[in-house]
Nanobody, 125 residues
């Protein structure tokens, strides 16, 4: 069983930056692909970015491409989402997720096995 805990959310002005972290408690983090999702009020959960177990492949939603960067540090059992040039439409609860299929990038939430509790990101002036 993998437990994931997100941190780093908060209130930021448009154009600002935040760095989200996702700390994993298990011993198999380094074998999992990781994804970041978000869910805005009244909307479904959508993929933001994903990364394979060895950081060899990454994926970004078109809406965040060029602004967000996903990374991971397997020695620290932690995944990150660096968010720059934030926009009001980035406001959402952000979730990290782990997939046992470490070599594959999945865009659908149903393909992920473990989830964090979420962290709120609010972009507003």
């Amino acid at each position: 069983q993998e437990q994931l805990v997100e941190s780093g959310g908060g209130l930021v002005q448009p154009g600002g930056s935040l760095r989200l972290s996702c700390a994993a408690s298990g011993r198999t983090f380094s074998s999992y692909a990781m994804g970041w999702f978000r869910q805005a009020p009244g909307k479904g959960r959508e993929i933001v970015a994903a990364i394979t177990y060895n950081s060899g492949t990454t994926y970004y939603a078109d809406s965040v491409k060029g602004r967000f960067t996903i990374s991971r540090d397997n020695a620290k059992n932690t995944a990150y989402l660096q968010m720059n040039s934030l926009k009001p439409e980035d406001t959402a609860v952000y979730y990290c997720a782990a997939s046992k299929s470490g070599t594959l990038i999945y865009r659908l939430a149903g393909n992920y096995n473990y989830w964090g509790q979420g962290t709120q990101v609010t972009v507003s002036s």
